[in-house]
């Protein structure tokens, strides 16, 4: 059963924007404290992108502060991830999770989030 599902990556050039989507099933969506959006690029560990916490706290990582914008529609039960002045250091394979346990990203591994989607690919090209 899939869970959560990633839609919009892409190829763009540098200075492009991209955006992402998450749908996530209603019960993961209504129990989860924290989602995020996480990412891997080859031979790299993952790594934290954004993530909203249930009352709307936004968390970002330095390397895309003032770029990168997370948000939820709780109606349509979605993760977004608004990426705005890409560079190729962005190219990377972009997840989103969630939990029902993590109160915020600053104090959780990245281990420690139960459910995840499949991953959409984002490119950045010069």
């Keep these: 059963q899939v869970q959560m599902v ?5 190829s763009v050039e540098v200075g492009g924007s ?3 989507s998450c ?10 404290s924290c989602m995020g959006w ?5 031979g790299q560990e993952r790594e934290a992108v954004a993530a909203i ?7 970002y990582a330095d390397v895309v502060k003032g770029r990168f914008t997370v948000s ?6 979605t ?14 394979m972009y997840y989103c999770a969630a939990d029902n346990t993590i109160a915020t990203l600053e104090r959780a591994a990245i ?11 984002v490119t950045v090209s010069s």
């Design 79 to 92: 993760l977004y991830l608004q990426m705005n002045s890409l560079t190729p250091e962005d190219t990377a």
């Design 6 to 10: 990633e839609s919009g990556g892409g």
């Design 72 to 77: 939820k529609d709780n109606a349509k039960t």
């Design 38 to 42: 996480f990412r891997q690029a080859p």
């Design 53 to 59: 916490e249930r009352d709307g706290t936004t968390t």
């Design 23 to 32: 749908t996530v099933s209603p019960a993961i969506y209504r129990s989860s």
């Design 18 to 20: 991209l955006s992402l």
């Design 111 to 121: 281990a420690d989030f139960a459910f995840w989607g499949q991953g959409t690919q």
